[in-house]
């Protein structure tokens, strides 16, 4: 199985930026690619972003597109996910997840545990 990490924990302010991280270990690399998902209390986990792991294709939810950026680096199996501009409905758990790069929660097998992201305003 794959293994997800997922660190970068932290508070900011509104219009801060902060880094997210997801190292994935266990069996193999993942084959497709790694995706983000959020989910703030009382709402359903949603698409974030996602990149590819074999050319570095990108996908994103348009309330973050311009703001955010996912990256990956194969050598060190890790991706990450660069959040600029942040805003207060930011604040969420964010997840990683693998391996796929389709905005849906159900394409994905793999999860990581969860790392909270917290705006101010």
């Known amino acids: 199985d794959v293994q997800l990490q997922a660190l970068g924990e932290g508070w900011r302010r509104r219009g801060g930026s902060l880094r997210l991280s997801c190292q994935a270990s266990g069996r193999a690399p993942t084959k497709y690619g790694v995706g983000w998902f959020r989910q703030a209390p009382g709402n359903e986990r949603e698409f974030v972003a996602a990149?590819?792991?074999?050319?570095?294709?990108?996908r994103y939810a348009d309330s973050v597109k311009g703001r955010f950026t996912v990256s990956r680096d194969n050598a060190k199996n890790t991706v990450y996910l660069q959040m600029n501009s942040l805003k207060v409905e930011d604040t969420a758990v964010y997840y990683c997840?693998?391996?796929?790069?389709?905005?849906?929660?159900?394409?994905?097998?793999?999860w990581g545990q969860g790392t909270q992201v917290t705006v101010s305003s």
């Open positions: 997840a693998a391996d796929s790069q389709l905005p849906a929660a159900s394409m994905y097998d793999y």
């Open positions: 990149v590819s792991w074999s050319d570095g294709n990108t």
